[in-house]
């Protein structure tokens, strides 16, 4: 079992900026993809943006050009930074790993005011 902590959510402002952060239990070398997925109310869970073990990144394509993301496999952590949020960015954001199975956080809130 993969318990994955996720941390940075919260209240910004339009424009603004946010980094959301994710831990996992074990060695993330182990992780073939880490990263983000997020749900608005109403809404189905979609993809945001993932990394592999190599680095190769995937983001959604309303986030491209708006969004990063890196691992810290050392620290078993996938980092999303998040800048030039607008209000439809507002969700709960989930981190998300696979080995050979997925596995999910319990998500943390973004919202987004104009």
């Known amino acids: 079992q993969v318990q994955l902590v996720e941390s940075g959510g919260g209240l910004v402002q339009a424009g603004g900026s946010l980094r959301l952060s994710c831990a996992a239990s074990?060695?993330?070398?182990?992780?073939?993809?880490m990263g983000w997925y997020r749900q608005a109310p109403s809404k189905q869970r979609e993809l945001v943006a993932t990394?592999?073990?190599?680095?190769?990144?995937n983001f959604a394509d309303s986030v491209k050009g708006r969004f990063t993301i890196s691992r810290d496999n050392a620290k078993n952590t996938v980092i999303l930074q998040m800048n030039s949020l607008k209000p439809e960015d507002t969700a709960i954001y989930y981190c998300?790993?696979?080995?050979?199975?997925?596995?999910w956080g319990q998500g943390t809130q973004v919202t987004v005011f104009s």
């Open positions: 998300h790993a696979i080995t050979t199975y997925p596995f």
């Open positions: 074990i060695s993330a070398l182990s992780l073939n993809v």
């Open positions: 990394m592999t073990t190599g680095g190769v990144a």
